[in-house]
């Protein structure tokens, strides 16, 4: 019987030659990445544990990312102390400046294909865009692999997406996403490897891969993985042999398979208070909003503001809603300054935000009041996550999210 890409990564970073579906595995961890919510509490665990020195302090990014720049001493102070672990044990910290949403960091310059690589945060599945074993972990989990670069998992059963046809016009990753989302009850695929292929996934950009697979987390998901490709190592910058093309054996075994078919597929919708109802846009057209958001880890690369641009340029945001634009990172933000795509934005009358996390997680700027909705590009719109128990989230695309912009309600991106 052969194996499934996670096996693969799996037995290849515990020494094995074939790992199976429910066994425990220490494998070793290629990159790790630790966030301003985490840090201190992790380094202060890190240190409990008696340990002197990091394993490698090369493979590990501290990003802020969730408070930046602090507004409050509290986080200020915290981040100090996140400088100051890193100092101490010679990691890599982005600094502000040159700074950006942790996951983002870890897909433009550091997670590489076939790797292990985990992050202290729900939404690190999102590597697994690049052929990566991606997850999140706890705090916990990050001390002892700073001690020891290792972790123990256990090995998920694999569940197989085969997506076929094109994606038709101002339809995108986001709406695949949200269609893979609401496929099944979530309780379907709790601790369940996600495989994604297909033509249609071949077809797609690595950003719009990184959408999928940031989403997975949505699940209940133990991991998402899209096998790299010639597109990826493009992506990358970097030869096809400088890292492991990891794909499944034809005989690997999923617990399950799911096939889509896009060609027909409408904008879709993922309405308050969970992810996975999800409507097609024609239900929820119409829907009053008061604000509007294009960013996080999920939308916020240089193809989503593009898109955005291409409905924002020569319109206005309607007067009742305003527009918060937040580039996923300092590298996204300078390319789309030099792009032209700021000037598109601001024209509009939106405002633009330094790279963060900002108000998605509902701890950085951006909140909504009590009353208010706002459509999103963001991963997640349980009761009270941008802001105020009594306000509601929709998730959309960015381009569903211009046109909303513009429009004052949810609207239809086809429509323009």
């Known amino acids: 019987m052969g194996l499934t890409a996670t096996e693969k990564i799996l037995a290849r970073a515990a020494g094995k030659p074939a790992v199976k579906p429910g066994e425990i595995v220490m494998p070793r961890v290629d990159r790790l990445l630790i966030n301003d919510l985490l840090g201190v509490i992790t380094f202060s665990q890190f240190e409990s544990l008696g340990a002197r020195t990091v394993w490698d302090p090369d493979r590990v990014l501290v990003a802020a990312d969730h408070r930046v720049p602090p507004a409050e001493v509290k986080w200020a102070e ?3 102390k996140c400088r100051e672990y890193c100092k101490k044990y010679g990691i890599r910290f982005a600094e502000i ?3 950006g949403i942790g996951h983002q960091l870890m897909v433009e310059d550091f997670t590489l294909p076939g790797e ?3 992050g202290t945060d729900s939404h690190a599945t999102m590597y697994g865009g690049l052929g990566a074993l991606a997850c999140g972990v706890t705090s916990s989990d990050a001390a002892v692999i ?5 972790i123990w998992l256990q090995v998920p059963p694999s569940v197989r997406f085969s997506v076929s046809g094109a994606l038709p016009r101002m339809v995108t990753a986001k709406d695949l996403a949200l269609t893979i989302v609401s496929a099944a009850p979530a309780e379907e695929f709790i601790y369940k490897a996600i495989e994604i292929g297909g033509d249609c996934i071949k077809n797609m950009s690595v950003a719009g891969r990184l959408v999928i697979c940031n989403m997975v987390a949505e699940m209940g998901a133990k991991n998402g993985i899209i096998p790299a490709d010639e597109k990826t190592f493009e992506y990358l910058n970097m030869p ?6 990891v794909t499944s054996d034809p005989d690997a075994a999923f617990e399950s398979s799911f096939e889509i078919v896009v060609s027909e ?3 879709k919708v993922a309405c308050p208070h969970s992810v996975d109802n999800v409507k097609d846009i024609g239900e929820v057209k119409g829907t009053p909003i008061q604000q509007a958001f294009l960013g996080s880890c999920t939308n916020g690369r240089l193809e989503d503001l593009i898109e955005a641009a291409e409905i924002l340029k020569g319109k206005k945001v309607h007067p009742n809603v305003r527009l918060l634009v937040v580039p996923a990172s300092q590298r996204v933000f300078l390319e789309a300054t030099r792009m032209g795509l700021i000037e598109v934005f601001l024209d509009a009358g939106a405002a633009i935000m330094t790279p963060s996390c900002a108000s998605c997680a509902g701890s950085g700027p951006g909140v909504i009041a009590s009353g ?9 719109n349980f009761e009270g996550r941008m802001g105020s128990p009594k306000s509601s989230v929709y998730l959309a695309s960015a381009y569903t999210v211009a046109a909303s912009a513009v429009a004052g309600v949810i609207e239809d991106p086809r429509a323009f």
């Open 146 to 150: 700073l001690a020891t670069g290792k």
């Open 97 to 99: 400046g040159r700074h």
């Open 240 to 245: 096809a042999d400088s890292a492991s093309m």
């Open 78 to 80: 915290q981040q100090k």
């Open 372 to 380: 208010e909705a706002c459509i999103s590009t963001t991963n997640r």
């Open 265 to 267: 597929m409408a904008p």
């Open 116 to 118: 292990v690589s985990l």
